[in-house]
């Protein structure tokens, strides 16, 4: 069976998303930017102050080289995967793509929490979402599936998916 692969900005819940949708679905959960610290023993906040960003895009793509060749397997992504189109061109082989998507206030009120983002430790951090969502925008449509966060829990998600993917027939063989 495919992949379900999750992509989305930060703060839409694909960690949180993707572990119920893998126990739901009695499948294995893996996710890149875990592995991507577990491999490299420093978090991605380390990683981005000491070698930088273009060192996490390295590690990331050779990450998603790997996860790729998965099958049956839930894959969480970080929310900047979709800017280089080889990742995306891997994933999609043996994936569904399914996009999460959140308004600037909900993803604003999700990343608040912990300052383990990078990218949004900045003191302008809704302007910065703002900018960041809409010129990522088109590579985020670029997913099969879409579904928006909203105001939705974890687990209503989960079903929402779920019904798509039995829908398209995802689910069976
Ligand atoms: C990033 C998102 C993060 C992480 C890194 C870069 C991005 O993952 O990969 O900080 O460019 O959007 P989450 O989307 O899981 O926060």
Do not use: W
Not at 100 to 125: F, K, W, Y
């Amino acid at each position: 069976m495919k992949n379900v692969v999750l992509i989305g900005f930060m703060g839409t819940g694909k960690t949180s998303v993707g572990r119920l949708l893998a126990g739901r679905l009695g499948r294995p959960f893996v996710d890149i930017d875990q592995k991507i610290e577990r491999h490299a023993r420093m978090t991605i906040a380390e990683m981005f102050a000491t070698r930088g960003e273009e060192y996490f895009r390295r590690r990331e793509r050779e990450t998603v080289g790997r996860v790729a060749r998965y099958r049956n397997t839930v894959i969480a992504t970080g929310g900047g995967v979709v800017l280089d189109p080889g990742n995306m061109a891997r994933l999609r082989t043996g994936g569904v793509i399914v996009c999460l998507t959140a308004s600037v206030d909900t993803i604003l009120e999700r990343t608040g929490r912990s300052n383990a983002r990078p990218l949004l430790d900045r003191t302008d951090r809704r302007e910065l979402i703002a900018r960041m969502l809409a010129e990522r925008a088109p590579l985020y449509a670029g997913a099969d599936y879409t579904v928006d966060t909203d105001g939705q829990t974890p687990r209503r998600t989960v079903d929402i998916i779920v019904d798509y993917l039995r829908q398209e027939g995802y689910l069976s063989g």
